[in-house]
């Protein structure tokens, strides 16, 4: 069964505190992960795109990385700004169905 | 603003009572999925739609769901006979064809009394 497992479920920094959040998924045929970020209350914002291992992508303090069994996001020098929760999903071969995780929520202290 | 739209925004309403939700999708963008995601959860897949045929359904969902998208353009998710188990945000998301990426809605959150 096609399966995504996000950790840690709460990580708390402070501020200019790096760290990465794991996204560790299991399918059957990967045609893209996804990295979102949610605000309470609202709904998911478009971080990345991912499509195969080795893959990377940067956005200002965000970089995420691809390998043939998990990704990472990896925060660099965090602002308070940046607390949310953060969503990865997968989208699998032969299905529309895109399968998400509980998401990591992210807490930065100044 | 040319992001995805979804109306209303809350809905209280009471156990019984039938419910609808509509999205409007980016312009251009002829792929629309509804999702449920409660308290904690990441966002669960209900049904999917390219232009205006719906082309996969989640096994999770009760025969008390039905969603329609009959111009291709906005959709409308219902919800008959509501439960208490209802209540969750309902999020809409839209994208491009030939492309992977989703992009969301504000979500319409549903609270059964």
């Known amino acids: 069964e096609d399966q995504v497992t996000q950790s840690p479920e709460a990580l708390r920094l402070q501020e200019g505190e790096s760290s990465s959040l794991n996204c560790s998924y299991t399918?059957?045929?990967?045609?893209?992960l996804f990295w979102y970020r949610q605000d309470p209350g609202k709904g998911p914002e478009f971080l990345f795109t991912?499509?195969?291992a080795g893959e990377e992508k940067e956005k200002e303090r965000l970089k995420a990385t691809l390998t043939k069994k998990e990704s990472f996001l990896h925060i660099t020098a965090p602002k308070p700004e940046d607390s949310a929760t953060y969503l990865c999903?997968?989208?699998?071969?032969?299905?529309?169905?895109?399968?998400f995780g509980t998401g990591t929520r992210l807490k930065v202290l100044a | 603003d040319t992001g995805v739209s979804q109306d209303p925004r809350h809905k209280i309403t009471k156990r019984g009572q039938n419910v609808t939700f509509r999205c409007d999708p980016i312009?251009?963008?002829?792929?629309l999925y509804w999702y449920r995601q409660t308290l904690g959860q990441g966002p669960e897949f209900l049904t999917y739609f390219q232009n205006e045929a719906q082309l996969e359904k989640s096994r999770l969902l009760s025969d008390r769901f039905s969603a329609e998208r009959p111009k291709g353009s906005f959709s409308t998710l219902e919800i008959q006979r509501t439960e208490q188990g209802d209540s969750a945000m309902y999020l809409c998301a839209s994208s491009l064809a030939g492309e992977e990426t989703q992009y969301f809605g504000p979500g319409t959150r549903l609270l059964v009394l």
């Open positions: 312009s251009e963008h002829n792929r």
């Open positions: 991912l499509y195969s």
């Open positions: 999903a997968v989208r699998t071969s032969g299905t529309y169905k895109y399968i």
């Open positions: 399918v059957s045929g990967l045609r893209g």
